[in-house]
């Protein structure tokens, strides 16, 4: 074999691996893309998930705060704040957390521990919540801890975000939870709710992509 025809199948051989491998790329983006997309539009660390559906405890140093209180007719409730995902901004960098409240209520005589089990257990953001104004009110006074932001779209609706969240430590970090709890119903205010995740929906969503 001369070397023209050497070259020319050299080339014809890198031409074809280039097509196939581009072809592959192109059968694997669409899917990379989705699974990107679902992992972006996540709420809560992988592991709480399973912890949810399983009805363990959360334990360990991510929880920056907990307190405990009894239920109406036994029983006892245990919330924690918590950091959220970590996430990044298109050059890698971190962007900051979010802090989440987990609220565990257990059986009574069950006494929270690593093995204990928890009878139910939900998920909302502490950093943020909607507060609504009752017809022609103005729907929260101004507060120093919170960001308050008016949403032009909607009149008489405010996203409060807690004011240096990632500073916040022990106590401070319930400030928005009290607040909000405090508010809602109460004239002017209509409504007053944390940002709700729905972490069934979420762990729904995981399962079929992972084909479970």
């Keep these: 074999m001369d070397s023209k025809t050497r070259f020319t199948t050299f080339g014809i051989g890198a031409l074809v691996g280039v097509l196939v491998l581009w072809g592959l790329n192109q059968k694997a983006d669409p899917a990379r893309e989705r699974r990107r997309q679902v992992m972006a539009s996540l709420s809560l660390p992988g592991m709480y998930y399973d912890s949810a559906i399983q009805g363990e405890p959360l334990f360990g140093h991510f929880v920056l705060a907990e307190r405990r209180s009894p239920l109406a007719g036994g029983g006892l409730r245990r919330e924690l704040i918590t950091g ?15 802090l989440l409240l987990v609220t565990e209520d ?25 507060v609504v104004a009752a017809p022609g009110a ?7 801890r919170f960001d ?8 008489g609706v ?8 990632a500073s916040a430590k022990g106590e401070a970090l319930f ?16 409504t007053a709710r944390l940002g709700a995740i729905d972490w069934q929906a979420e762990a729904e969503r995981i399962r079929k992509e992972i084909g479970q």
């Design 84 to 98: 959220g995902r970590n996430r990044f901004d298109k050059e890698g960098r971190p962007l900051p957390n979010d």
């Design 148 to 155: 308050a932001v008016v949403s032009d779209a909607s009149p």
């Design 138 to 144: 103005w729907p929260a006074q101004p507060d120093p």
């Design 106 to 130: 257990y059986a009574p005589g069950v006494e929270p521990h690593e093995k204990a089990k928890v009878a139910s257990v939900s998920f909302a953001f502490a950093d943020r919540a909607e």
């Design 175 to 190: 400030a928005l939870v009290d607040h909000v709890r405090a508010i809602d119903g109460k004239a002017p205010v209509a």
């Design 158 to 165: 405010v996203t409060l975000r807690l004011r240096d969240a």
